[in-house]
């Protein structure tokens, strides 16, 4: 168990959701404490703003509307009983505080004890036949899946987070350069099996799982070959079924800052309102899902077909397709050049933090 610096997950009940969550994101932890006149009064947990957002759909929420105000704690006195304490409770972090509630110090399991409750074991489909035509001149030479983030190709990235979990049956839908990506995952030493299904032809985002037919008869995650989601994705999974979702979207939080000042028009051409770079907060599509099996099975063959149509044909027809809402920072994306080498800033960084840790 290791102790953190207080400040580094302080924030005040007036500020917003969204400065909330990008707090989260900057301290990379889960949970974050209000304090008023330095007493420990409340915890923000991600969940608590996930729980939010699919309850309410606000994002103008403050943390006060939000923030769980019977929080758990112990007292300095007794911190030697912590780690006893977190396993009863169930708790990942845990603010150690005086006589007088000001927070001394915050308690949190280390990286490998958290590790040991990861089970999830379901099959994952990786979208991996596209052109990759954005980002060219890369994939002039490799194929997208294996473009390297690192020291190694994107897919082996996704891969490896989805296996951290559990995950060990792995299905590639490929085309484009695929005895080059054949090639590759055959030749790594590696603990997961990983399937490929082979497209005569481009069948979009969605036409491709009509391959699977026959293979997969239990709920498995859908992905992009370009992206990286770094969450819980136990929790993801649960919520799916507990939801009864047939298909649950994973979103990111997407905050934009418009660089001009937007004029709003009123009826008769006068000035309605002004707002100086106003700043646009919204959820976006990853190119993650936790789908059913029944979706393959209700496939039509060799159709192209985007998955995105796919969940809107099932919308219409009435059946429940659910979202995961995650942070900003918890989405990495490199579909086109620009975003390409900010995930690899980020992993970089990543890497350069563990080994830091480490040492």
């Not at 610096?5 to 909330?20: P, R, V």
């Not at 899946?145 to 995950?167: K, M, Q, S």
């Not at 985007?306 to 918890?330: L, M």
Request: overall charge negative; hydrophobic content about 35%.
């Amino acid at each position: 168990m290791v102790a953190v610096n207080i400040k580094d997950i302080l924030i005040n009940e007036e500020n917003t959701m969204i400065e909330a969550m990008q707090a989260l994101d900057k301290a990379a932890q889960k949970v974050l404490f209000v304090e008023k006149d330095e007493k420990l009064i409340a915890a923000l947990t991600d969940g608590d703003i996930r729980r939010w957002i699919l309850k309410k759909g606000n994002l103008d929420a403050r943390v006060k509307d939000i923030a769980n105000y019977n929080p758990k704690f112990i007292y300095e006195r007794d911190s030697s009983t912590a780690r006893d304490y977190m396993r009863r409770k169930s708790v990942e972090a845990l603010p150690v505080v005086d006589k007088n509630m000001k927070i001394i110090s915050v308690m949190l399991w280390n990286d490998k004890e958290i590790a040991t409750k990861r089970v999830l074991n379901i099959p994952v489909v990786i979208m991996a036949g596209g052109l990759g035509t954005r980002l060219y001149p890369y994939t002039k030479i490799l194929p997208k899946p294996l473009i390297p983030i690192g020291d190694i190709p994107i897919a082996e990235h996704i891969i490896n987070r989805f296996n951290d979990y559990g995950c060990k049956d792995f299905f590639l839908i490929v085309n484009h350069k695929k005895n080059m990506i054949k090639a590759y995952f055959n030749e790594i030493e590696r603990d997961y099996e990983v399937t490929y299904i082979e497209e005569d032809k481009p069948l979009g985002t969605g036409g491709g799982l009509s391959l699977l037919k026959g293979q997969i008869e239990t709920t498995f995650i859908l992905s992009n070959c370009d992206i990286l989601i770094e969450e819980d994705y136990e929790k993801m999974y649960l919520y799916h079924k507990k939801e009864k979702n047939l298909i649950t979207m994973v979103c990111s939080l997407k905050n934009i800052k418009i660089p001009y000042g937007v004029i709003k028009i009123g009826e008769h051409g006068e000035i309605d309102s002004m707002k100086e770079k106003p700043e646009l907060s919204f959820f976006t599509n990853t190119g993650c899902y936790i789908v059913e099996p029944k979706v393959i099975e209700e496939l039509d063959t060799d159709t192209d077909i985007g998955f995105p149509d796919i969940i809107e044909k099932y919308k219409k027809s009435g059946e429940k397709v659910g979202v995961y809402p995650i942070s900003e920072n918890s989405w990495m994306d490199m579909g086109q050049l620009d975003e390409m080498e900010e995930m690899r800033k980020k992993i970089e960084d990543k890497e350069e933090s563990k080994d830091r840790s480490i040492r």
